[in-house]
């Protein structure tokens, strides 16, 4: 879901666009009144549903016997490492839809802040980490838009998926503004969190 900024508070390349990104077993909904807000000042927020969750439940896989493109149902409980490694591909889809908007001259996607909680979290980082890896090249800019993350009760892992890499990555360590939430009372996300 996109929620544009609000007429009036911010325009063109003043716009920072925001993704946000749910826990597991979440959905994109669930962040509609923080959205709200947010584009109440002015931010462009894109609020996905990963894949398995919410109204993301199809994807196109190879049939295995004859290798032809197919829909096919994806739940939670079915999603393999494949599938949870490809949470990263479903932001970078986020982002292609904010470039477009970023050519229009609509947002500053050179001023990019993800957020995400739980599961959300570490596809965050991780996919913070890939933005931040592409090659600098002279003639054309890819990547290293992200300026922010924002945390919520973050994991360190979860099924295969993990943040050690990322926390490692430069960009994260050293130059990337971070805020990390959590609660006192959720003992493994605070461990988790620190």
Not at 32 to 53: E, I, K, N
Not at 58 to 87: N, Y
Not at 177 to 187: F, H, K, L, N, T
Request: charged share 25%.
């Amino acid at each position: 879901t996109y929620y544009a900024p609000m007429e009036g508070v911010r325009s063109g390349k003043e716009v920072v666009p925001v993704i946000l990104l749910h826990g597991w077993e979440g959905q994109g909904t669930e962040y509609s009144r923080f959205a709200t807000l947010l584009q109440s000042f002015g931010c462009a927020v894109m609020v996905p549903d990963l894949r398995g969750h919410g109204r993301s439940t199809s994807c196109r896989r190879p049939d295995s016997r004859t290798g032809e493109l197919k829909d096919e149902e994806i739940k939670v409980d079915d999603l393999d490492a494949q599938d949870m490694a490809g949470f990263t591909l479903d932001v970078e889809a986020v982002k292609k839809e904010l470039l477009v908007l970023h050519n229009k001259g609509e947002l500053n996607i050179e001023l990019l802040c993800v957020g995400g909680a739980d599961v959300g979290a570490i596809v965050a980082l991780n996919w913070a980490a890939m933005d931040w890896s592409w090659p600098v090249t002279p003639n054309l800019k890819q990547g290293q838009d992200v300026k922010g993350l924002i945390l919520l009760s973050p994991r360190q892992s979860f099924k295969g998926l993990t943040i050690t890499q990322a926390l490692a990555h430069p960009a994260i360590d050293q130059q990337l503004s971070v805020m990390i939430a959590v609660g006192e009372e959720d003992r493994r996300a605070f461990s988790d969190a620190k």
